[in-house]
């Protein structure tokens, strides 16, 4: 089958289509400009004609991809904006809840082999900070990020604005199919990760350039004073195999999927690889951090048939990127 990818040239993005040519499946990359498109084309040369680009300049726009739809039998929805710097709240908003809407609406136009729609949403969707520790699941929604911005506008903070935009974009794709279930013959599968963590295959010119899971890891490795926080994390590798297993478990359709290895602190990803090159930090102070928010991860592993890789792999494959780019 044939698998349309959007915001086909970003971090996660490059792995899932990675990941479905090497499952055989034809992969066609949406981006914004033929520019963007470039380094894919050579990356992914050798798969010939079951690898084609084609250029959606701006995904919030009506029938934006009314083109790009035509003849793919699944859809993996990945573009959004992921940064925490948004001023206006509709810088993030907008590609997230628009342009979910859009690519669902073309779908539902012009996709007529389309089968299923995997929407990559994030854990950021679930989050729901209380005074005391707590475990999410898939039935936990982040309403306080929402909330947030309601009251605030464009005074919420960053993080907010994103937690809010991505928690509206999922919103949006379950809203949409319930709205038009007659009409529609695809189902929808939303991905829940935290933080993406791994090697880089994307293209980008310096470490500055990284998108904002991958910074923040190259700050700890190279910047002192490791952040003394923690978090939950998934090797983009496994996030990627989880957007084709998505597409190949019948099961997976209509479900909403955290999908995660486990908790983290930032220390950890120092300690399990000692190196002179980079950081040391503290070693051990990660251990005992309290963790305010903890998940489950047996749907993941129950649906997608996920075995994550653990930390110590994940952050070895890193620091050898790192160190084959010479940073
Ligand atoms: P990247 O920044 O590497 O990739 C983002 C992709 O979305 C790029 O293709 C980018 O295109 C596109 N995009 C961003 N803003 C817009 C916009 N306004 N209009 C159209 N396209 C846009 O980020 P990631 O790979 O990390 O993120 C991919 C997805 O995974 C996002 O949906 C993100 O929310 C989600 N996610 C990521 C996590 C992480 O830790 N990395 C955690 C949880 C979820 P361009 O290059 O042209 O800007």
């Known amino acids: 089958g044939k698998v349309l990818v959007s915001g086909a040239n970003g971090f996660v993005a490059v792995w899932v289509v990675q990941t479905l040519l090497e499952h055989g499946y034809s992969v066609r990359g949406a981006v914004r400009s033929a520019d963007k498109g470039k380094h894919l084309t050579k990356r992914f040369a050798s798969y010939g004609d079951k690898f084609e680009i084609c250029v959606v300049p701006d995904i919030t726009a009506e029938g934006a991809f009314d083109e790009a739809v035509k003849g793919v039998d699944a859809i993996e929805h990945t573009a959004a904006p992921f940064h925490f710097q948004a001023d206006d709240p509709a810088e ?12 669902l609406e073309s779908a539902r136009k012009y996709g007529t082999n389309v ?17 005391n520790p707590q475990t999410l699941t898939e039935k936990d929604w982040n309403d306080q990020a929402v909330k947030e911005l309601e009251e605030l506008g464009r005074q919420a903070s960053p993080r907010a604005k994103y937690m809010a935009a991505k928690t509206l974009g999922e919103r949006a794709a379950w809203d949409f199919v319930k709205k038009h279930q007659s009409e529609i013959k695809w189902d929808v599968t939303t991905l829940c990760p935290p ?98 928010l903890s998940y489950e991860n047996q749907k993941s592993i129950r649906i997608l048939d996920l075995k994550y890789r653990p930390l110590p792999e994940t952050a070895a494959a890193v620091v050898k990127d790192y160190e084959e780019r010479g940073w």
């Open 92 to 103: 993030v908003l907008d590609p997230s809840i628009k342009g979910t809407v859009s690519i």
């Open 115 to 131: 089968k299923r729609i995997v929407v990559t949403s994030s854990a950021a969707a679930m989050m729901n900070f209380g005074p």
């Open 195 to 292: 933080w993406v963590l791994g090697p880089v295959i994307h293209e980008i010119s310096a470490p500055d350039a990284l998108n904002t899971s991958c910074k923040s890891m190259y700050d700890i490795y190279t910047k002192p004073d490791a952040k003394a926080n923690n978090g939950w994390w998934v090797d983009v590798r496994d996030l990627a195999l989880a957007h084709v297993r998505s597409l190949q478990k019948e099961e997976a359709g209509g479900e909403r999927i955290f999908i995660a290895e486990g908790p983290f602190a930032w220390q950890d990803w120092l300690d399990a690889v000692p190196s002179p090159k980079y950081q040391k930090g503290t070693p051990g102070s990660g251990k005992g951090l309290v963790q305010l």
